[in-house]
């Protein structure tokens, strides 16, 4: 059974940074991309950062020069380093991945049962 676990959030003051944190583990035979997505009290669930197998990345506005994604393939994680934060980058940080599991391998998206990020102004 394929899970995600993440760590790492926590409260932290407005300039300050975090590190996120997000393992896979289970029956993988093989993991594509790889992301953060927030979510806010009374907002939708919002992406956040992308991160190919390849390492190619991609970031929503709001974040960009201030957040970075990266993985590694072996341990089979993501991370997401967030410095600057603001009271707006509250929310609750979900990890997503797409998986190739088995010994079915039919690739499916997985959640991470996600971690509070609180920024205090």
């Known amino acids: 059974q394929v899970q995600l676990v993440e760590s790492g959030g926590g409260l932290v003051q407005a300039g300050g940074s975090l590190r996120l944190s997000c393992a896979a583990s289970?029956?993988?035979?093989?993991?594509?991309?790889m992301a953060w997505y927030r979510q806010a009290p009374g907002n939708q669930r919002e992406l956040v950062a992308t991160?190919?197998?390849?390492?190619?990345?991609d970031y929503t506005d709001s974040v960009k020069g201030r957040f970075t994604i990266s993985r590694d393939n072996a341990k089979k994680a993501v991370y997401l380093q967030m410095n600057s934060l603001k009271p707006e980058d509250t929310a609750v940080y979900y990890c997503?991945?797409?998986?190739?599991?088995?010994?079915?391998?039919?690739?499916?998206?997985?959640w991470g049962q996600g971690t509070q990020v609180t920024v205090s102004s």
């Open positions: 991160i190919t197998a390849g390492g190619n990345t």
């Open positions: 289970g029956g993988i035979f093989r993991i594509d991309d």
């Open positions: 997503n991945a797409l998986i190739v599991p088995t010994p079915t391998l039919i690739r499916k998206y997985y």
